[in-house]
């Protein structure tokens, strides 16, 4: 069963940088609309940034500046940026994606989740 991979999480200190990845786990399924979500212990899941097939991309407010979203189309991934984090930016990081197969096929996808964690 296709799903979403994710890789990039870990450790930082406050005022560091991680980048996170996200490709599908079977290649034919090509990633359309692809954002990336997170969520906080005890808080609901939120999102942070969407990115389109085209490029377009869109910011939570309380990441614009610092995180930037992008997409490779060659390599099927979409990668989140995160700069200068800060300790409330601690959660598990999650991909969603509307992908499609040769056949048109299109599916939502989730990833398995990164834990990200900002020291201060």
């Known amino acids: 069963q296709v799903q979403l991979v994710e890789s990039g999480g870990g450790l930082v200190q406050a005022g560091g940088s991680l980048r996170l990845s996200c490709a599908a786990s079977?290649?034919?399924?090509?990633?359309?609309?692809t954002g990336w979500y997170r969520q906080a212990p005890g808080k609901q899941r939120e999102l942070v940034a969407l990115?389109?097939?085209?490029?377009?991309?869109n910011y939570d407010d309380s990441v614009k500046g610092r995180f930037t979203i992008s997409r490779d189309n060659a390599k099927n991934t979409v990668y989140l940026q995160m700069n200068s984090l800060k300790p409330e930016d601690t959660a598990v990081y999650y991909c969603?994606?509307?992908?499609?197969?040769?056949?048109?096929?299109?599916?939502?996808?989730w990833g398995q989740g990164t834990l990200v964690t900002v020291s201060s």
């Open positions: 969603n994606a509307h992908a499609a197969d040769p056949n048109d096929r299109y599916l939502e996808l």
């Open positions: 079977d290649s034919i399924f090509s990633l359309k609309d």
């Open positions: 990115i389109s097939l085209g490029g377009s991309t």
